[in-house]
């Protein structure tokens, strides 16, 4: 017997600590019963006569054991207990206020606990036991981030609408998805969103395919990869579903037969499909040929544009920060009128672009302005180059200096005067500037009129007001 102990009885008035962080965090979203388990567990660790092991708790709150060992892995999720052993089950407690201090092992172990946390809510009440392991794994091997392994779940939760009441299963078939996305290269959250948006197409295509062969039921994984491809072909999805008018003509209907058609179709409006999604990596737009820019893409080369040009233009476009293709259609029809079709004389117009760009910045930066010019003007200042040498250009950028707002209109302006006025030298435009600026009288023709002379002594034109005068004065 211990020299010293604690009266069975004292537990009653005691106080157990907890800390408020606790509250705030777990009471908005715990369930009822995990809590009442942790916290009369937090009891007994200053007084462990009151719980032996998970069958005096369960006596005590009037809980099944069931809900005490699945109360306790919960918080171990969480990170606030640790499993010792398992025969008996036992426990370590780990304050809230001491998980900074816990040792590198137990950082490592829990270093999933706000992941599994997330987790445990997207399956509702139904509690994760080993099967946690498989998204974890995600992390861990595959490399994803914890925020992109949580939205596969997601995913498949709610867009394949996988079971939560089967979570060991639901987790299992989104391994092989996991697996398939990190092969094309998935890590991040806005991988694993792009992808699902993707896989969505497919899914409803697929469907669609389905219920036009008359089935009910479910697309297989290979029925939806199918429907990928399709879509990577730049079928839109309504194309896919009209095409499968032509199966009839099979005995049986199917995904096989209406890949062979679409495959031939495919090749019959090819226009330089690999090369077209060349040009619209260029552009900065989706990689994913439609019909429509194949029709177009192979228009262009009828015109007679080298593919190396459509490239290009579409580069010059993405330097711009303009990635639609209607832009590269409106930059391809200016160059046909210039006549660079090919690649060549395209590279040299760029090249010269390049360099009236960087001369007119450098004398924009005379005027104050250090904006880069637009496409038209660059335009006006070549034509600026073929009228005035470069000293008066400069000269005007300088005088121009305090318009930096609109320092091209300024130039523009001083230009077109000294044009007007024969000014062609710095001489003769400074000499206009330190000119006195005399008040321009404005010369009405109106007042240009003959005058009338007047006969005799011209005072019939005078009245005499006095004669006028009332009575009253």
């Known amino acids: ?18 800390e408020n962080m606790f509250l705030l965090e777990y009471l908005p979203s715990a369930q009822d019963d995990y809590l009442r388990v942790y916290l009369y567990a937090r009891m007994a660790v200053a007084h462990p006569e009151l719980a032996g092991g998970v069958a005096d708790i369960a006596r005590a709150l009037r809980l099944t054991e069931e809900t005490v060992e699945d109360a306790m892995r919960f918080w171990e999720r969480e990170g606030l207990v640790k499993r010792l052993s398992d025969r008996p089950p036992t426990y370590a407690l780990f304050p809230m206020r001491a998980a900074g201090r816990a040792s590198e092992m137990d950082r490592q172990y829990y270093q999933f606990r706000d992941f599994n946390a997330a987790l445990q809510r997207l399956f509702g009440e139904v509690i994760l036991h080993g099967e946690i392991s498989i998204p974890q ?37 989104l391994d092989g998805l996991a697996r398939e996305w990190s092969e094309r290269g998935a890590r991040t959250l806005e991988d694993v969103e792009r992808l699902s948006a993707e896989k969505n197409g497919e899914l409803a295509v697929a469907e669609a395919v389905v219920k036009r062969f008359g089935q009910r039921r479910r697309p297989t994984e290979d029925e939806l990869n199918l429907a990928r491809k399709w879509l990577g072909w730049g079928f839109s999805p309504q194309e896919i579903v009209d095409s499968c008018a032509t199966t009839t003509k099979a005995q049986t209907p199917s995904f096989g037969y209406l890949d062979s058609v679409l495959a031939g179709r495919r090749k019959e409006t090819d226009g330089g499909f690999e090369a077209l999604k060349a040009v619209l990596r260029e552009l900065g737009a989706p990689v994913r040929p439609t019909p429509e820019t194949q029709r177009k893409y192979a228009e262009f080369l009828q015109r007679g544009f080298d593919a190396r040009t ?15 293709f209607e832009s590269l259609e409106d930059r391809l029809a200016q160059w046909q009128e210039k006549g660079l079709l090919r690649a060549d004389a395209a590279e ?3 090249q010269r672009r390049r360099a009236l760009k960087e001369e007119m910045m450098e004398l924009l930066r005379h005027a104050g302005s250090d904006r880069a010019p637009g496409e038209a003007e660059i335009d006006l200042y070549e034509g600026w180059k073929a009228r005035f040498s470069a000293q008066m250009l400069r000269l005007a950028a300088e005088m121009a200096r ?7 209109g300024a130039i523009d302006k001083l230009l077109s005067q000294w044009e007007q006025e024969g000014v062609s030298t710095p001489e003769q435009a400074r000499a206009r500037k330190d000119r006195p600026q005399a008040a321009k009288r404005f ?27 009332g009575d009253g004065v």
């Open 1 to 18: 017997m211990a020299f010293l102990s604690v009266d069975q009885g004292s537990a009653m008035y005691d106080a157990t600590p907890v």
């Open 137 to 173: 794994d995600w992390v861990n091997v595959f490399g994803y981030s914890p925020e992109a392994a949580l939205k596969i779940v997601e995913y498949g939760l709610n867009g394949l609408h996988y079971s939560r009441k089967a979570p060991r299963a639901t987790l299992r078939r």
């Open 443 to 469: 010369d009405n023709p109106a007042l240009h009129y003959q005058q009338r002379a007047i006969e005799g002594d011209g005072d019939e034109m005078f009245t005499d007001l006095s004669q006028y005068r």
């Open 310 to 324: 459509v490239e290009i233009a579409a580069a010059s476009l993405n330097a711009e920060n303009r990635h639609r």
């Open 402 to 408: 305090g318009s930096a707002a609109a320092a091209v």
């Open 348 to 350: 040299a117009y760029l």
